[in-house]
């Protein structure tokens, strides 16, 4: 049994807990009969009122001390103009848990959400949910509903999922499902892509905001894009259609056509009006992939949408109408080098770039290989039934150790004319196209390179997302690390910038307010790098 007091915070009920008279003692009242219970004993109940009932809310204070001795009651009173107005009941409610002091460690806290009107049942519940209120939710009842007996029944509800054996291993399959859907139901083994999909699967539930899958060309970034479309629509978070754009043939007088639509006699062959891309994505997804290449006139068209929600078609002069469009966006391009050569819009970059996912290239999930290739094999088995099943141990060795810089797409080519000209179930090196037949192919591990202080703390800013100021400037202060240290980590911050020391910060995840406190700091430590170098 709990050791901590129990505490109730609810609502005074206008009409279930009032009643001034002997015949109250043979109604059920819910504030009342949840102090009846030999079973449940409470140390204190905070019961909040409106001004209008507080001779209600002093009987029943007065009713609890009699047949609950021990309990206290400490009553709140809210002004509310409107107990329905679903703003106003959560702006109180939510001051009240804000100014309230709990000690969870101390005290058990059961929220009752029984009384007063179902938008402060609503509100109580998100605020709980929330864990503005720390505690579990009661509910009350009489024991019969044509009984209206004082004492009645509780059930206690914890909000914390978790503890349900049932409804967790629920939630982990469903989980497993979501992240299967995204890897296209291969089980990857590399723990980047394995971190970067359940990143992905928790976006796809809770977010609507754009989307940017970065990576080089041939990772699957279209197929990523078309998943979390997929994902997004079972958990109904769109209902409408995946339009894929092209963004490098958005050329000439068509492009806006393409994009917004256009109107009957707007120009030459118009002969009726034709929706746009995003009025076809409306209610569902829109993925621009290539953004990189798109021209800086449709860049700034893109933008006024992306603000507005609003379609101006070709051929008039005033927007027709809004959709609701889900945007993701992918690009093989350096954006932030784009902006310093004035090619893309950095106020576009930062409407796209609110959830960003870098996609690994290939050569970085070696683990993966073999399981991509089974994959593929299979798949393309299963539609031509081919002979070839599998490869040789030496085969798949060259596989992995190859550099892959076409990726995925390049790989699946392979295997797709591995499978084609094969002639035996296991496939031997001889088979596989020159480029792989001739690197110097060896069973043994390949040795890396041993990682040095600068490549962990440029994993933990760059792929881990830490800031600087949490993850590098704390242990240089405590003299952790030295300064040759701090100037390797820049050092490969620039180049990957190409000597840009504002892309280093926000590579960095530094606010764009704390570029010059990071130069400062790095002129003051003699930590500056130079950056001609790089460029």
């Known amino acids: 049994m709990d050791p901590r007091p129990t505490i109730v915070i609810g609502l005074l009920g206008s009409v279930l807990d009032s009643g001034f008279h002997q015949e109250r003692w043979n109604k059920w009242r819910p504030t009342v009969s949840l102090c009846q219970h030999s079973n449940l004993p409470i140390a204190r109940v905070e019961l909040i009122y409106l001004k209008p009932h507080e001779h209600i809310a002093r009987c029943v204070a007065a009713d609890i001390e009699r047949v609950s001795p021990r309990t206290q009651v400490r009553l709140t009173m809210q002004e509310l103009k409107n107990p329905w107005d679903f703003e106003e009941v959560y702006g109180s409610l939510h001051d009240f848990a804000r100014d309230y002091t709990f000690h969870p460690d101390d005290e058990d806290y059961l929220v009752h959400i029984t009384t007063g009107t179902h938008v402060q049942q609503i509100c109580l519940f998100l605020l709980t949910e929330s864990r503005h209120f720390p505690a579990r939710l009661v509910q009350t009842s009489p024991v019969e509903p044509k009984h209206r007996g004082p004492e009645g029944k509780y059930s206690i509800i914890d909000l914390d999922l978790s503890q349900y054996d049932r409804i967790a291993a629920r939630f982990q399959r469903e989980a497993k499902d979501a992240a299967s859907l995204l890897k296209s139901g291969i089980e990857t083994r590399n723990p980047q892509f394995n971190s970067l ?3 992905i699967e928790h976006v796809a539930i809770y977010a609507k905001e754009p989307i940017l899958l970065m990576g080089p060309t041939g990772v699957g970034k279209s197929q990523l894009a078309r998943r979390i479309f997929e994902l997004k629509k079972s958990r109904h ?21 393409a994009l917004f639509g256009h109107v009957k006699g707007s120009f030459t062959g118009a002969y009726r009006d034709k929706p746009g891309k995003l009025e076809i994505a409306d209610t569902g997804t829109v993925f621009l992939d290539e953004v990189g290449e798109m021209t800086l006139r449709m860049q700034g068209l893109l933008l006024r949408f992306l603000e507005t929600g609003e379609l101006q078609k070709v051929g008039t002069d005033r927007a027709t109408g809004v959709v609701d469009v889900r945007v993701i966006s992918a690009t093989n391009r350096k954006l932030e080098d784009l902006i310093t050569q ?12 609110v959830i960003h996912v870098s996609v690994p290239p290939l050569r970085e999930r070696k683990l993966d290989i073999p399981l991509l290739v089974e994959a593929a094999l299979k798949q393309f088995n299963r539609a031509n039934g081919y002979v070839v099943r599998d490869l040789d141990p030496e085969a798949m060795q060259a596989l992995i150790e190859y550099a892959w810089p076409g990726n995925v797409r390049e790989l699946q080519n392979v295997i797709e004319r591995l499978v084609v000209t094969g002639r035996s179930e296991i496939a031997k090196i001889d088979d596989l196209p020159p480029e792989l037949r001739h690197q110097k192919v060896s069973l043994r591990p390949v040795k890396e390179r041993r990682r040095t202080i600068a ?47 504002k892309i280093v910060a926000r590579l960095f995840n530094m606010e764009a307010r704390d570029y010059k406190k990071f130069l400062n700091f790095l002129r003051k430590h003699e930590c500056q790098v130079p950056f001609r170098e790089y460029r």
Request: aromatic letters at 12%; glycine letters at 8%; one cysteine or more.
């Open 237 to 257: 978070q769109v209902g409408g259609a995946f339009v894929e754009v092209n963004c490098a043939t958005l050329r000439g007088d068509a492009a806006m056509s």
């Open 342 to 353: 004035g090619q893309f819009r950095d106020d576009l970059f930062y409407r796209l770039n």
């Open 455 to 501: 490549d962990v703390l440029y994993k933990r800013v760059v792929q881990d997302r830490e800031s600087f100021w949490t993850a590098v400037y704390p242990l240089y202060m405590n003299r952790e690390i030295t300064k040759a240290n701090v100037r390797d980590l820049v050092g490969k911050g620039l180049e990957e910038a190409r000597g840009n020391y």
């Open 197 to 199: 999909i359940e990143q």
